[in-house]
């Protein structure tokens, strides 16, 4: 048969020099990996059998098998499991499709040095090619179980790989590894030792679900006493036991990790592992895990759910969605549910009464371990917050159920300190004599929130202010309005009024301010219509001569954009112009306006001060080729 010869996409090629050079010091990996895709194989043959009893496919005996092979140097996993087509293997093996990898090449490109190199490796999951670390050639022989005719994949790693049709080939996959010659320096990579190997499934792979035998090969080298002479029989490497049904006791968290790491693809260990049973008329077992770090998908629509579905200790789906809120896709795991029929499909599942208690129960277990991490170990807890916090947010909006624990655990930027971030409990705890609410603000960055005119009262008067920059966060706190009686407040929106419990300013000089503005504050109404519903004197600015405030139950205009990007139609909401009396440019453009038959210059004066006040926030004005322009025109008048 002919053999064709392929090149490798782009990233594929990259990622391959990466394990041919790698300077990655746990190799040992590389087994784990390949491990886990025959189980995964092996899982879904499976599954197809149980849904097609009519596929032609071999499920008496289902197992992983490592063979070495001294002489010829080298090192085979073998599996019987579902297998891959001719065009299957061309499209999985010689392209990376995952977006996470491509995220990494790029990280890669930037860390130059190898430190941060082997950091980021030990970052991901580079699945079938972490081979390439330790041999020099790969040849891959499959078969589809159902099919007649496997499939011959080999490369050197070095940008090509060839594929050939095989008509032999048994059910399955089988990956030959040629094992880069031995390092007499360095015994502890000698990946034909019959110990190595067994050493490296029983820790990382123990317990895989499939019997993982290793076959006895040729004798071992000099030193190494295996086996006596009589016929050698395969050994099972692994226990097979499932961690979730292990007494919790018994189960190390190197080995809570290892099952961590075999069903995320992640290739650190999580931050946190959650074990929960219960037992009664629905029993159920449940080991979740917090990942230390957001996958790179998380907001993208076809994010995957990481925890799988047993039953009775038998796989059932993968990213099993009913088990477990949207804003909680991150967590990663295992459920394994005593009473559920082996065929249940995810239709079902959704609208299973038992499941969605079970789904209620989870919930609250997760965010009760997270309140737990706040109060035992802050660093962990702002790990897990900087990570999953924009995530869980979408929670304060869809699950008013778990809108309280959600708000315990909640932290945010503040201006009460530049680095460290609040929950709304300690802001409450410091809110200052006679302060009713909650205020915070929305913005693009840190940055432009703090310096935003809205901010001026509240800074000059050390009043705190929550700084939100998640594109979520107008959204929850509109949808949530009020934490332990204290509505939560934008400083951009509405009527500020600290000076009401303020001294200084008395009821008397406001209203005689109001008095004093009364003209300018309708005629600059009426030249700005189009786009302001009023003009009034503010009492946020210290500073600015002019802020734009939107209404107290109009939509800003960053959710506006929000519901625009989602196709909806929402009307324009016309804004607040807010005057600061006190300013010498607001005070002068009120005299000249009461002295002036001819308004026209101060009507683009008006005009400008919109801009202004526009920019300031961070938005556009409407023309900005006018607004320019005008600008433009005053400066060289005032030269
Ligand atoms: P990952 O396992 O993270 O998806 P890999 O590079 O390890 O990435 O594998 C790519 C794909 O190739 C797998 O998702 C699977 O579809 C297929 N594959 C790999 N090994 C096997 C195998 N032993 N049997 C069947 N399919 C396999």
């Given at each position: 048969?002919?053999?064709?010869?392929?090149?490798?996409?782009?990233?594929?090629?990259?990622?391959?020099?990466?394990?041919?050079?790698?300077?990655?010091?746990?190799?040992?990996?590389?087994?784990?990996?390949?491990?886990s895709?025959?189980?995964?194989?092996?899982?879904?043959?499976?599954?197809?059998?149980?849904?097609?009893?009519?596929?032609?496919?071999?499920?008496?005996?289902?197992?992983?098998?490592?063979?070495?092979?001294?002489?010829?140097r080298?090192?085979?996993?073998?599996?019987?499991?579902?297998?891959?087509?001719?065009?299957?293997?061309?499209?999985l093996?010689?392209?990376?499709?995952?977006?996470?990898?491509?995220q990494?090449?790029?990280?890669?490109?930037?860390?130059?040095?190898?430190?941060?190199?082997e950091?980021?490796?030990?970052?991901?999951?580079?699945?079938f090619?972490?081979?390439?670390?330790?041999?020099?050639?790969?040849?891959?022989?499959?078969?589809?179980?159902?099919?007649?005719?496997?499939?011959?994949?080999?490369?050197?790693?070095?940008?090509t790989?060839?594929?050939e049709?095989?008509?032999?080939?048994?059910?399955?996959?089988?990956?030959?590894?040629?094992?880069?010659?031995?390092?007499?320096?360095?015994?502890?990579h000698?990946?034909?030792?019959?110990?190595?190997?067994?050493?490296?499934?029983?820790?990382?792979?123990?317990?895989?679900?499939?019997?993982?035998?290793?076959?006895?090969?040729?004798?071992?080298?000099?030193?190494?006493?295996?086996?006596?002479?009589?016929?050698?029989?395969?050994?099972?490497?692994?226990s097979?036991?499932?961690?979730?049904?292990?007494?919790?006791?018994?189960?190390?968290?190197?080995?809570?990790?290892?099952?961590?790491?075999?069903?995320?693809?992640?290739?650190?260990?999580?931050?946190?592992?959650?074990?929960?049973?219960?037992?009664?008329?629905?029993?159920?077992?449940?080991?979740?895990?917090?990942?230390?770090?957001?996958?790179?998908?998380?907001?993208?629509?076809?994010?995957?759910r990481?925890?799988?579905?047993?039953?009775?200790?038998?796989?059932?789906?993968?990213?099993?969605?009913?088990?477990l809120?949207?804003?909680?896709?991150?967590?990663?795991?295992?459920v394994?549910?005593a009473?559920?029929s082996?065929?249940?499909?995810?239709?079902?599942?959704?609208?299973?009464?038992?499941?969605?208690?079970?789904?209620?129960?989870?919930?609250?277990?997760?965010l009760?371990?997270?309140?737990?991490m706040?109060?035992?170990?802050?660093?962990?807890?702002?790990t897990?917050?900087?990570?999953?916090?924009?995530?869980?947010?979408?929670?304060?909006?869809?699950?008013?159920?778990?809108?309280?624990?959600?708000?315990?655990?909640?932290?945010?930027?503040?201006?009460?300190?530049?680095?460290?971030?609040t929950?709304?409990?300690?802001?409450?705890?410091?809110?200052?004599?006679?302060?009713?609410?909650?205020?915070?603000?929305?913005?693009?960055?840190?940055?432009?929130?703090?310096?935003s005119?809205?901010m001026?009262?509240?800074?000059?008067?050390?009043?705190?202010?929550?700084?939100?920059?998640?594109?979520?966060?107008?959204?929850?706190?509109?949808?949530?309005?009020?934490?332990?009686?204290?509505?939560?407040?934008?400083?951009?929106?509405?009527?500020?009024?600290?000076?009401?419990?303020?001294?200084?300013?008395?009821?008397?000089?406001?209203?005689?301010?109001?008095?004093?503005?009364a003209?300018?504050?309708?005629?600059?109404?009426?030249q700005?219509?189009?786009d302001?519903?009023?003009?009034?004197?503010?009492?946020?600015?210290?500073?600015?001569?002019?802020?734009?405030?939107?209404?107290?139950?109009?939509?800003?205009?960053?959710?506006?954009?929000m519901?625009?990007?989602?196709?909806?139609?929402?009307?324009?909401a016309?804004?607040i112009?807010?005057?600061?009396?006190?300013?010498?440019l607001?005070?002068?453009?009120?005299?000249?306006?009461?002295?002036r038959e001819?308004?026209t210059?101060?009507?683009?004066?008006?005009?400008?001060?919109?801009?202004?006040?526009?920019?300031?926030?961070?938005?556009?004005?409407?023309?900005?080729?006018?607004?320019?322009?005008?600008?433009?025109?005053?400066?060289?008048?005032?030269?």
């Amino acid at each position: 048969m002919s053999t064709e010869t392929f090149e490798f996409q782009v990233e594929a090629r990259q990622l391959l020099q990466l394990m041919i050079h790698s300077v990655y010091s746990n190799k040992d990996v590389f087994l784990r990996e390949l491990v886990s895709n025959a189980s995964d194989a092996l899982d879904k043959l499976r599954l197809e059998k149980l849904w097609d009893d009519s596929l032609d496919a071999d499920v008496s005996d289902p197992h992983i098998e490592i063979d070495v092979d001294n002489d010829a140097r080298t090192l085979t996993v073998r599996d019987n499991g579902i297998g891959m087509t001719y065009d299957e293997v061309g499209r999985l093996i010689g392209t990376i499709a995952n977006s996470g990898t491509a995220q990494f090449l790029q990280e890669l490109r930037e860390a130059k040095d190898a430190a941060g190199e082997e950091g980021l490796i030990g970052q991901f999951g580079v699945g079938f090619y972490s081979g390439f670390m330790v041999a020099d050639e790969v040849t891959l022989l499959t078969r589809r179980a159902g099919e007649s005719q496997g499939t011959r994949w080999t490369s050197r790693g070095e940008g090509t790989y060839t594929l050939e049709r095989v008509d032999d080939a048994p059910q399955g996959t089988s990956v030959v590894l040629h094992l880069k010659p031995a390092d007499p320096e360095n015994q502890l990579h000698d990946y034909t030792s019959p110990w190595k190997i067994r050493e490296i499934v029983k820790r990382y792979s123990d317990f895989i679900t499939w019997p993982i035998r290793m076959v006895p090969g040729t004798p071992a080298p000099a030193g190494e006493s295996d086996e006596s002479d009589e016929a050698p029989q395969p050994e099972t490497l692994n226990s097979m036991k499932a961690l979730w049904a292990r007494p919790r006791d018994e189960v190390s968290d190197d080995e809570y990790h290892e099952l961590y790491k075999h069903i995320a693809h992640d290739w650190r260990d999580p931050l946190e592992t959650v074990r929960l049973q219960a037992e009664g008329t629905f029993e159920y077992q449940a080991l979740l895990f917090l990942p230390a770090h957001a996958p790179h998908d998380l907001f993208t629509r076809d994010s995957k759910r990481g925890v799988q579905l047993y039953v009775k200790r038998v796989f059932i789906m993968d990213d099993c969605e009913a088990l477990l809120p949207p804003y909680l896709r991150f967590v990663k795991g295992v459920v394994d549910a005593a009473d559920l029929s082996l065929n249940v499909s995810r239709e079902i599942l959704q609208q299973d009464r038992h499941i969605e208690m079970m789904r209620r129960r989870l919930t609250k277990k997760v965010l009760s371990t997270v309140k737990e991490m706040m109060a035992k170990d802050q660093e962990r807890y702002a790990t897990f917050w900087r990570e999953f916090g924009t995530v869980l947010k979408e929670g304060l909006i869809t699950d008013s159920e778990n809108r309280d624990a959600l708000l315990t655990v909640a932290s945010f930027a503040s201006t009460h300190d530049d680095s460290e971030p609040t929950t709304l409990k300690q802001y409450v705890e410091r809110m200052k004599e006679g302060q009713e609410d909650i205020y915070y603000l929305t913005g693009e960055s840190r940055q432009s929130i703090e310096n935003s005119p809205h901010m001026e009262a509240f800074r000059e008067r050390g009043i705190e202010v929550l700084l939100l920059t998640d594109a979520v966060d107008e959204v929850w706190a509109d949808a949530v309005g009020e934490y332990e009686g204290k509505t939560l407040r934008s400083v951009a929106k509405g009527r500020i009024d600290l000076d009401a419990k303020d001294e200084d300013t008395s009821d008397d000089e406001r209203e005689k301010q109001t008095e004093e503005y009364a003209g300018l504050l309708g005629w600059m109404k009426e030249q700005l219509d189009e786009d302001i519903k009023e003009v009034r004197l503010s009492s946020r600015l210290t500073v600015s001569p002019a802020c734009v405030v939107s209404d107290a139950h109009d939509l800003t205009p960053a959710l506006e954009n929000m519901y625009r990007s989602m196709g909806q139609e929402v009307p324009r909401a016309k804004r607040i112009l807010e005057l600061n009396p006190d300013h010498q440019l607001v005070k002068g453009l009120n005299e000249a306006y009461q002295e002036r038959e001819d308004r026209t210059e101060l009507a683009e004066t008006a005009e400008l001060l919109h801009g202004l006040a526009v920019l300031a926030e961070g938005g556009q004005p409407k023309e900005p080729a006018r607004f320019v322009k005008l600008m433009a025109d005053r400066l060289e008048r005032a030269l």
